[in-house]
């Protein structure tokens, strides 16, 4: 009877043991993640009786590494809420494509009411965005960024439409490989070179991407006089052959003007030298 009481023993004590492994790895699985409560709300519902209360939960989780998800729980305590929305977030993860900590492109997320706007940032910007918005984003593993609300202030509409926004965004080969081209084709230069980890010492990368095809398509020559100061002459020499044809167009009609201007100054002399002439012959 004491063997049998004694592996009793050992046997609750290998229990208690089992149970305290679980719970550790269950503690780390949890520090691996970033957690976000974004709001609590009380709700209540009507009932026979009266009105009873409960809480609900915004939580956004992810990894930092470009894996986020969000979700929302229900629950008579708060604690409890909390738990229901990181489990309802973890079975919602999605990926966000990174590069050198922002995001490849200008994106805008519409969900119901909420709109989103983001914007790729140079490095060491940092997250330019509100409180809703900002938790999705560092959970994301998002470091610099350009974003703004555009819609509905709701909480949970900015959320939704910050995850819509991300889940729109692509990664380069991704387009590429869909479109059977290169990616040199389908992505900028400056893109790809932020990509592999080159990125400049200015740290302007990433604009210099987003810029790079709008100044591709500026063909005019920079001018810095103002329009007043510029002569005909120095418009001619700094602008190419249809520029000059313009300007050439330009000084023909002005001096056109000017002699229709002669001509009507003429014109009008004429007249009043008859009209003198018929008074004087009336006078007399």
């Known amino acids: 009877m004491t063997?049998?009481?004694?592996?009793?023993?050992?046997?609750?004590?290998g229990e208690r043991r089992g149970r305290d492994d679980r719970r550790g790895g269950q503690r780390e699985e949890k520090n691996q993640y970033l957690e976000r409560v974004v709001t609590i709300n009380r709700v209540s519902k009507v009932v026979k009786g009266g009105r009873r209360f409960s809480f609900t939960a915004l939580v956004v989780?992810?990894?930092g590494k470009g894996m986020v998800g969000v979700g929302y729980g229900k629950a008579k305590e708060v604690p409890a809420a909390i738990a229901k929305g990181v489990e309802v977030a973890k079975k919602s993860f999605f990926s966000v494509p990174l590069i050198q900590g922002t995001i490849p492109h200008s994106v805008q997320g519409e969900k119901a009411a909420g709109v989103a706007m983001l914007r790729p940032a140079s490095p060491g910007t940092g997250v330019i965005a509100g409180g809703a918005m900002r938790a999705v984003l560092e959970c994301a593993g998002i470091t610099d960024v350009l974003a703004k609300s555009l819609g509905s202030p709701n909480v949970i509409n900015v959320v939704q439409a910050t995850v819509e926004a991300l889940q729109m965004l692509e990664d380069p080969h991704a387009v590429a490989r869909r479109r059977t081209r290169p990616v040199e084709d389908v992505a900028p230069a400056a893109l790809l070179r932020a990509q592999q980890g080159k990125v400049d010492e200015s740290g302007d990368a990433i604009v210099e991407a987003v810029n790079e095809k709008a100044e591709a398509k500026a063909d005019k020559p920079e001018v810095d006089a103002k329009p007043s100061d510029?002569?005909?002459?120095?418009?001619?020499?700094?602008?190419?052959?249809?520029?000059?044809?313009?300007?050439?167009?330009?000084?023909?009609e002005s001096t056109k003007a000017d002699e229709k201007k002669a001509d009507d100054t003429k014109a009008d002399e004429k007249k009043a030298d008859e009209k003198k002439a018929d008074d004087t012959k009336g006078g007399e």
């Open 61 to 63: 989780v992810g990894d």
């Open 3 to 13: 063997q049998t009481a004694t592996q009793n023993r050992g046997g609750g004590r």
């Open 230 to 252: 510029i002569k005909v002459g120095d418009m001619k020499a700094g602008l190419d052959s249809s520029n000059e044809e313009k300007a050439e167009k330009a000084e023909s």
